[in-house]
């Protein structure tokens, strides 16, 4: 585990690109958001 300190702040998730990932029966549209030694995604299933 990584003690890299990660600063508090708010992420405008509008401006955050949305990725399509077809799937077997639908779609998912993720926006991903990187910083070091941490990944953040909101996943929207369609």
């Not at 991903?32 to 990944?39: C, E, S, V």
Request: glycine share 8%; aromatic share 10%.
């Amino acid at each position: 585990m990584s003690n890299i300190a990660i600063p508090f702040q708010t992420i405008d998730w509008s401006v955050i690109p949305k990725t399509e990932h077809k799937g077997e029966s639908g779609t998912a549209f993720w926006q991903t958001i990187q910083f070091p030694g941490l990944r953040m995604r909101i996943v929207e299933v369609g």
